[in-house]
């Protein structure tokens, strides 16, 4: 009897156990996202059968949510509405994962029934614990060999079933699967794509046996995260998931939600706001942060990217718009659709859209790395783009369709077509622009599987941008016109002015042409002259007027500064009929630009004597009237220089103004000018 008694023991006990399993995989008696007060007194179980593979060959590279999926992960019985699944299967595969062949058909009908596309959708019969696919689903990475493989973790819940689910869907797809020994879940964990990712310190709490540095390692190790970002939950909540509050939206946005500021988070949510606001992100510069408004907990941020598309947890609430306006500010081009929770299974604060669907990345993913140009870029130089085509389809790109695609301010789109300089590098050149473009871009390429990539993702709704500017020493404007004679009376100003951070000298302002134009005034006293960051120094520019018409051509001419720097030029454009010509000729001897010039005592004129002869030099002013012979004399030949120190022939000091010296030899007259300043 006692062995009876036994036996009907075990056999109602068997029966419970396999009840209760039943109850779990039936969804009957539902778990919490939370552990449950029984799963809190198995915490010891987590990761303790988890086994540790070696990690893939480096370099590696964590694929990011905004990375091209294929597919997407959700399991039956459903913590989702079936309107959501049919809007992902009009895009990718859907992966649904059952507990049997019978589920399946199941599920099938019930996909029928209500319109989803069925040749999207695909099967995973496997067992599992509960539908948060997001938290126990596989994160994706590309090795070194740009194979993409499963990255597996413990899942920081006792549920060994839903722990096998990444192994499971490896095998499946038939793509490598490594362990890592990092007790995890995918709400906590966010990537750019680009070596950096960030969980809340949970991640620290769920791994006392690792110090901070060796978790922060096997990140590296087994993902390429160069950057492990360990921050506070401002939420103050008891699932700590960064979802909950926070989402990369792209490798330089981040959004973050917010709330009233007589909410008890609000300080700990703005703080968390200007932290990542006052972070670097991967293309050199500070996070761009966007908020979204959450005033009764909704969970805005907890929402999933599916290519082009944003997927968000509405909650039939007024604040729904406006989380979808947020979105599309922060993510121009993306189509934003809300959906609302199931009844049964309803959205809450901790618990929502994000959770419960895992992107399965594309495994044939065409990846474009980058850094952008951004900021702002000196005007009228080429700007050099790199960019490294990963294509993990293994097969070739095609080196005639990888495109730089510009447009400068409001204007229509250029295409420059991108070099392979070597393996899977290429390099393209936007030409310069003038100070003050607006120049956006995006990079543009396709391999020989049909795939095709631009960078950023969603390419012309987005582009990258930088703004030309003057980052030296430069004349404003660089260009000066005169084309009435009001023009020559009243003169043109050009500044020089420094956008360096330190303090140049202007040394000469001097004539390259012939032209008969001169520096009226300086906004400086003398030369040389500092000019300090910030600072111009302002000239006007005027012209002898000596002839009229009313038929516009135009003669350029070249004023230059001499700085400690370098040389920068004016262009000086005149109106040729506005001048009387000047015959130039060469022959017996030649002489040089007189140096400086212009001058305010001396300046130096360098004579060439080709052959003996006579040579005259005389100054002349803009009246073509003599004011002074300096020589006339035989020269033999050679090289010589001339001084004239500003006077006439009685040792008269001139005025400040436009003055020329001529050198006559034989049956030739060569004429320059040259400017006095008093």
Known sequence: MKKLLALFSLMILAATCVQAQDSVQGHRVPLRHEMTADELLRKSEIGKTFVETAPPSAPMRNVAEFDKMQGALVRYPFGIPISLIKEMATDVMVTTIVASVAQKNTVISQYVSNGVDTSHCNFLIAPTDSYWTRDYGPWFESDSSNQIGIIDFPYNRPRPLDDEIPKTLAGMLGIPWYGMNVISTGGNYMTDGMGVSSSTDLVWVENPAQTHAQIAQKMNDYLGITNFRVVPDPNSSTIDHIDCWGKLLAPDKILIRKVLPANAQYAALEAAASYWASQICSYGYNYKVFRVMTPSEQPYSNSVILNNKVLVPFMNSSWDDSAKVAYEAAMPGYTVKGFIGNSSTPWVSTDALHCRVMGIADLGLLYIKHIPIAGNQPCETDYILNADIIACSQQPVKNDSVFVIYKVNNGSYDTVLMTNTSANHYQGTIPGQVAGSVVGYYLSVADQSGRHATAPFIGAADPFLFQTVYTNLAPVPDTLWFITPQDCIEGKITQLKNFTGNGISLNYVQQEGMLPWYVDSMSVSSLPAMVNPGD???????????????????????????????????????????????????????????????????????????????????????????????????????????????????????????????????????????????
């Open 536 to 678: 111009s120094i302002a000239i006007r520019v005027k012209m002898y007027l000596i002839t009229r018409t009313d038929t516009l051509q135009f003669v350029v001419d070249t004023l230059n500064f001499t700085t400690s720097t370098g040389n920068y030029h004016v262009i000086i454009m005149v109106n040729h009929q506005l001048l009387e010509a000047i015959d130039e000729q060469t022959d017996l001897a030649g002489s040089g630009n007189n140096y400086p010039n212009p001058f305010s005592t001396e300046t130096a004129i360098p004579l060439e004597i080709r052959q003996r002869s006579l040579v005259t030099l005389k100054i002349i002013d803009v009246r073509g009237f003599e004011i002074s012979t300096l020589i006339s004399t035989v020269l033999e030949p050679g090289t010589t220089t001339i001084r004239w120190d500003g006077t006439d022939s009685h040792g008269k000091k001139l005025p400040g103004g436009v003055y020329f010296y001529r050198l006559i030899t034989g049956n030739s007259t060569e004429t320059k000018r040259m400017i006095l300043i008093r």
